[in-house]
Structure formats: structure tokens, C-alpha cells
């Protein structure tokens, strides 16, 4: 269900880099990249501050990448990122894997939070942050530029649940 990112992911990475009703969300041209260079993001994909990993399948076939990005040890956060194949789309695959993804920063990094930001007009997306647990903090009017044009962004995070409920605040 979620592995390391491995070489024999990149062609399916690239499936949806290039699909226009899936890259639209995001500022990054993943349109441009090449099969080297989706090999090249696997090749250095996990380390301290950044740990991507596969959505896979029972089958083990690369479904989509969700990362924890900009690992803080100093403030204990990160930035939560997902995206997926059209496939991955309304299976029920993507929550799980948030969901352990969510338990694996707390539990086995150690985080106190995790936040995220979204393009305000992506329902879907904000329905899934919602559903897994995260909680709006706000939006920000014309925060980014894209494709000419100047678009809202919502601001997502979830603090560790179990740090919470003991009432930890350090």
C-alpha cells in the first residue's frame, strides 16, 4: 500500500505529470519532465527533510506519491503532499494512505504537526483533507499567480492527536 519510490515507478509517475486535468492544481511544470528526470526526483526522494512515498496497489503498481516535505526537526512539522494516477481515484486507497502516512509522522517522527496548502477551488482535494482530519486555518486571497492568473489558497494542518489529548504543548 505504501513503499519507498522505486525506479519501475517513473513511467506511471509521468502519467500523471503529463495529464493536464491533474497538473493543473499544482505551480510546478511537471508537464516538462522527462522519464530521466522522474528517475532522477526517485533516486533522491527520501531522506531527513524529505520522504516521498508510493501509493501502490496489491500488486504493488505505483498508484501515487504522498510525501512529507520540509521535515522540521527544530519545530517538529512538515508539509503533507499527495497526488495520484486517475486510477487511484475514488478507491478508498488514497485516504488509507494518508491515514498512514498521518500515523507514521506522528508516531515514528515525532511531529506536532503537519499542514498543507491547496488551491481554494479544488473541492475534491479539500474534501479529502477534510475527511482525513485536518482543519481549516485560513485562506489567503490572490496568495499564488498561475497560468496568468491570480488564484486563492487554502491553508490546512492537523496537530498530533495524541500530543493533544495529553495536552503537550512543547
Not at 511544470?29 to 496497489?57: G, R, V, W
Not at 503498481?61 to 512539522?77: A, F, P, Q, R, V
Not at 494516477?85 to 478507491?91: E, P
Not at 491515514?99 to 509522522?105: C, D, F, G, S
Amino acid at each position: 500500500m505504501i513503499r519507498r519510490l522505486e525506479e519501475k515507478d517513473a513511467p506511471f509517475m509521468l502519467e500523471w505529470m503529463h495529464d493536464k486535468t491533474i497538473n493543473c492544481w499544482f505551480r510546478y511544470p511537471f508537464a516538462d519532465l522527462t522519464l530521466e528526470k522522474a528517475k532522477f526526483f526517485i533516486k533522491y526522494s527520501f531522506d531527513e527533510e524529505n520522504q516521498h512515498f508510493a501509493i501502490t496497489d496489491d500488486k504493488d503498481e505505483y498508484l501515487g506519491t504522498i510525501s512529507l516535505k520540509k521535515i522540521s526537526e527544530k519545530d517538529h512539522n512538515a508539509e503533507f503532499v499527495i497526488v495520484t494516477r486517475k486510477k487511484a481515484q475514488d478507491t478508498g486507497l488514497v485516504e488509507r494512505a494518508a491515514t498512514r502516512i498521518i500515523n507514521y509522522a506522528f508516531k515514528e517522527l515525532g511531529l506536532h504537526r503537519i499542514y498543507l496548502k491547496v488551491l481554494s477551488d479544488n473541492i475534491t482535494a479539500r474534501k479529502l483533507y477534510e475527511n482525513c482530519g485536518f482543519d481549516l486555518e485560513g485562506e489567503f486571497k490572490d496568495a499564488i499567480r498561475l497560468e496568468g492568473r491570480y488564484r486563492d489558497m487554502a491553508w490546512y494542518a492537523m496537530l498530533n492527536w495524541k500530543e493533544k489529548s495529553m495536552g503537550k504543548t512543547d
